[in-house]
């Protein structure tokens, strides 16, 4: 967050708590914030560190080119971005990085929707008939309608959750590491 609170006196229903607010509640919640969003990004890039170059053939697909470049290069940025937003340190440029690379992935989402269905017709009658194969959840979400429901709450998670990393990453971006921040604390400037 900037040096300035968003909280003035005038406009409080209880002015006393100004200084709470200011000091306390927004540095510690802007610093959770940036630990919630740095802390995703950590952990969903952890496989992408330990198998860099699984991701060549999907970046190429999406006309990002070489795949053996861009794939480390993602991954790096993932896991290593999502430390140092979680530290504070190169904020800005780190979390705006981040942030383009999220607002692609709901891109993609948006325009590579998984699909109407797991099963064809074929598929649905031959597990109706040996639903034994299934457990009873795989029987309440593929048998009534060959998974239709189930990708469509699978693409609507995957839409809403790239849209808040990416407006997570896209605000740290816009505000910086905020008061507890390496930014802000040990090097004392931000870009």
Same mark, same amino acid.
């Given at each position: 967050?900037?040096?300035?609170?968003?909280?003035?006196? !005038?406009? &409080?229903?209880?002015?006393?708590? =100004? *200084? /709470?607010?200011?000091?306390?509640?927004?540095?510690? @919640? %802007?610093?959770?914030?940036?630990?919630?969003?740095?802390?995703?990004?950590?952990?969903?890039?952890?496989? !992408?560190? &330990?198998?860099?170059?699984?991701? =060549? *053939? /999907?970046?190429?697909?999406?006309?990002?080119?070489? @795949? %053996?470049?861009?794939?480390?290069?993602?991954?790096?940025?993932?896991?290593?971005?999502?430390?140092?937003?979680?530290?504070?340190?190169?904020?800005?440029?780190?979390? /705006?990085?981040?942030?383009?690379?999220?607002?692609?992935?709901?891109?993609?989402?948006?325009?590579?929707?998984?699909?109407?269905?797991?099963?064809?017709?074929?598929?649905?009658?031959?597990?109706?008939?040996?639903?034994?194969?299934?457990?009873?959840?795989?029987?309440?979400?593929?048998?009534?309608?060959?998974?239709?429901?189930?990708?469509?709450?699978?693409?609507?998670?995957?839409?809403?959750?790239?849209?808040?990393?990416?407006?997570?990453?896209?605000?740290?971006?816009?505000?910086?590491?905020?008061?507890?921040?390496?930014?802000?604390?040990?090097?004392?400037?931000?870009?």
């Amino acid at each position: 967050m900037t040096g300035k609170s968003f909280c003035a006196e !005038k406009r &409080l229903f209880l002015p006393f708590m =100004a *200084g /709470f607010y200011a000091n306390v509640a927004q540095p510690v @919640g %802007w610093a959770a914030f940036r630990l919630i969003i740095g802390g995703h990004l950590v952990v969903a890039g952890w496989p !992408k560190i &330990l198998a860099p170059l699984a991701q =060549a *053939g /999907f970046v190429e697909s999406i006309g990002l080119y070489p @795949g %053996w470049l861009f794939s480390p290069v993602l991954a790096a940025l993932q896991f290593v971005g999502g430390l140092l937003i979680c530290l504070g340190l190169l904020t800005r440029p780190v979390a /705006f990085a981040n942030a383009v690379m999220l607002l692609v992935t709901l891109w993609f989402h948006a325009v590579h929707p998984y699909g109407e269905a797991f099963l064809t017709a074929e598929g649905l009658r031959f597990l109706s008939n040996a639903s034994h194969y299934l457990t009873q959840a795989g029987q309440q979400r593929l048998l009534v309608d060959g998974g239709h429901a189930f990708l469509m709450e699978v693409q609507e998670k995957a839409v809403f959750n790239s849209t808040f990393w990416a407006a997570g990453a896209g605000l740290i971006a816009a505000f910086g590491g905020g008061p507890f921040s390496i930014d802000r604390l040990v090097i004392r400037r931000e870009f």
